[in-house]
């Protein structure tokens, strides 16, 4: 079904692009393979581009063709040679006739843009909602004219071959999640003020535009939105890159991020990143750059430079943590989550990485997926130089860590299941012996307020009573999780332990040894096994960090056992001193 008529085309004709031409033509935001340049307006062959980038059958979201540049190479040739403004109409004209010969019909969007003091001609041809699409291979015959499918290959647009022509007629019932309609949403989801902000970022003349344009008008200019004039739908894209809060939408659509001073199991600091998902991007990169990235500087002797190494480089870092928004899949429940270890940072996403991508290629830092599972986010990321190109992640991630003199990144897929994705960098070797020193002198200072702390009691005026009742109730009810909490943690927990349900306190008994899901809720809880029971008495507990899994990659296996952890265990320590205050 076409959604638009010929007035909703020409409306869509004049326009500009998201982008500054400067970006456009410095190949620096658009990959090559996803702009074609003519010396001039031939219809001919600017149609079979214009059909080939519609079917999108790599999944890159979107090609441009523009008219007034010369190439060499693939690259355009400055000072452009021009597109004479005054054949604009002539040309919208005939590029409107020849779009109404592609079956379906398609309509690219057009924009005069200007540029080493001329005008240049460019054609933004977004993937269609109707592949897959057939234009005439000589679009100026008048008779017999013969239909064909086009298809990128590199930078030519091309006939596919009758296997290329298969997988397209099956991509017809598979557009990008990111690129579908949200039925379940409306256009007035979306935010104005963010959809201008980027226009602003990105330099786009649609932003001196925008100031006239309604929330729909520039939402269609902007390629966030369709359906029928009276009744439009957001694109999920759009929901997620300028809706305040990308969450009611896509529950999980967050960034989570919990730093292990001491490793998994121990004291942990939690913050969680919200809001649009290139406002996630740059509040992570802002809190990692103030908080988390450390350097040293090594002088040598006779030497006046000196040498700076980081504990993490940021470009792998930004690099690991872009391509992880843009690559997870929206359709889980699961946020992204970063762990920074004593030893390590590790960048988990959901659902994997793409089936057609070996561990091998990671293993020799070569990846190239075949298909994206989000083009347009990553098209709008790039617009703001938040992520690299096609295929460049990886590279830069191996080459940022080696420049740095920091060991290799590490990749897991999860293979066979692909559940999920993870990037572990290393920490660099300087600072590896500086978070040794740091656990041992903790373990001393851990020491030293144990023994201030046994002598403080024995001042008590209860004197050995009170710590051979702390000794006591340790031993009852740690004997089966392991030693009594350090007692300087107990003060700190208070609060949280007091907010625990008695239901609660029972599951987190129960765990002192890892149970099943059902094992916590029939077993323990004596109730029916439940979805509710879960959300009620379990999940409240993992997000306090009380409860662990044991397969925390793949919160959803069937082999998941969840076992209280040493928070939990504290907790139980202070519900059991009031409870217990009786023994002896």
Same mark, same amino acid.
């Given at each position: ?7 909703? !085309? ?14 456009? &033509? ?5 990959e090559?393979? /996803? ?19 519609a ?41 409107h ?11 690219? /969007?057009? %924009?005069l ?21 057939k ?16 298809? /990128? ?12 022509e ?8 598979? #557009?990008? $999640? ?21 226009? +602003? ?14 929330? =729909?008008?520039?939402? &269609? ?10 009744h439009? $739908? ?13 969450? =009611? ?17 121990k ?11 290139q *406002? ?15 350097q ?7 030497v ?28 889980e ?9 004593? #030893?390590c ?36 990321? *790039? =617009?703001?130089?938040? #992520? ?22 590490? $990749? ?6 692909? !559940? ?5 960098l ?70 949280? !332990? ?17 149970? %099943? ?5 029939e077993?323990?809880?004596? &109730?029916?096994f439940? #979805? ?21 990659? +793949? ?11 040493e928070?939990?265990?504290?907790? &139980?320590?202070?519900?059991s ?8």
């Amino acid at each position: 079904m076409c959604l638009y008529n010929s007035e909703d !085309a020409l409306f869509l004709l004049s326009m500009s692009i998201l982008i500054s031409i400067d970006d456009l &033509l410095s190949g620096e935001i658009v990959e090559g393979t /996803r702009v074609e340049f003519k010396e001039g307006w031939n219809a001919k062959p600017i149609m079979r581009s214009v059909c080939a980038f519609a079917n999108d059958f790599q999944d890159e979201g979107s090609g441009y063709i523009v008219v007034g540049v010369k190439e060499e190479g693939g690259k355009p040739i400055r000072p452009v040679l021009g597109f004479n403004k005054s054949q604009l109409e002539a040309v919208e004209q005939d590029l409107h006739a020849h779009c109404q010969k592609m079956v379906p019909t398609y309509f690219p /969007r057009v %924009s005069l843009e200007e540029i080493d003091g001329k005008y240049v001609l460019v054609l933004w041809v977004v993937a269609g909602s109707n592949r897959p699409y057939k234009v005439p291979d000589d679009v100026n015959q008048k008779k017999n004219k013969v239909l064909n499918y086009r298809i /990128r290959y590199r930078s030519s647009s091309i006939i596919p071959n009758t296997e290329q022509e298969t997988e397209l007629l099956q991509l017809t019932a598979k #557009t990008p $999640f990111d690129d579908r309609v949200n039925t379940h949403a409306s256009v007035e989801s979306m935010s104005l003020v963010l959809m201008r902000a980027h226009l +602003k970022k990105t330099e786009s003349r649609l932003y001196e535009e925008s100031d006239s344009l309604s929330l =729909e008008e520039l939402a &269609l200019k902007m390629n966030l939105c369709n359906g029928a004039k009276e009744h439009l $739908f957001p694109k999920n894209v759009g929901l997620m890159l300028f809706s305040e809060s990308p969450e =009611e939408h896509f529950p999980g659509a967050h960034i989570e991020l919990v730093e292990y001073p001491k490793g998994l199991g121990k004291d942990f600091f939690e913050r969680s990143f919200h809001g649009p998902i290139q *406002k996630q991007l740059v509040d992570v990169f802002s809190y990692m750059r103030s908080n988390v990235i450390d350097q040293k500087v090594v002088k040598y002797p006779d030497v006046e430079e000196v040498n700076r190494f980081y504990n993490y480089p940021f470009a792998a870092l930004e690099e690991a943590i872009s391509n992880a928004v843009y690559h997870r899949s929206y359709e889980e429940r699961n946020p992204i989550e970063i762990r920074v270890l004593p #030893t390590c940072i590790e960048i988990i996403s959901y659902c994997g990485v793409d089936p057609s991508v070996r561990q091998s290629d990671f293993e020799n830092g070569r990846v190239r997926a075949r298909r994206y599972r989000n083009p347009r986010i990553g098209e709008f990321l *790039k =617009e703001l130089r938040l #992520t690299e190109g096609r295929g460049t992640g990886v590279p830069t991630i191996y080459a940022a860590m080696s420049e740095n003199g920091s060991p290799p990144p590490m $990749f897991d897929t999860d293979e066979p299941n692909r !559940a999920s994705f993870i990037v572990e960098l290393p920490i660099h070797p300087l600072f590896a012996n500086d978070q040794a020193n740091d656990q041992a002198n903790d373990q001393a200072n851990d020491q030293a307020n144990d023994q201030v702390l046994n002598i403080k009691m024995s001042a008590h005026p209860l004197g050995e009573d009170i710590t051979s009742r702390l000794d006591k109730l340790a031993e009852a009810i740690f004997s089966s999780v392991g030693s009594k909490p350090e007692k300087r943690l107990i003060q700190k927990y208070v609060d949280t !332990a007091r907010s625990i349900t008695k239901e609660q306190a029972i599951v987190l008994r129960h765990c002192a040894r890892p149970k %099943s899901n059902r094992e916590i809720q029939e077993d323990a809880l004596s &109730l029916k096994f439940h #979805t509710d029971n879960f959300k009620r008495y379990i999940e409240p507990l993992l997000g306090q960090g009380l409860l662990g899994r044991t397969i925390p990659h +793949k919160p959803k296996s069937p082999q998941q056992k969840y076992f209280v952890t040493e928070r939990g265990k504290v907790c &139980l320590y202070i519900i059991s001193l009031d409870e217990g205050s009786a023994i002896s």
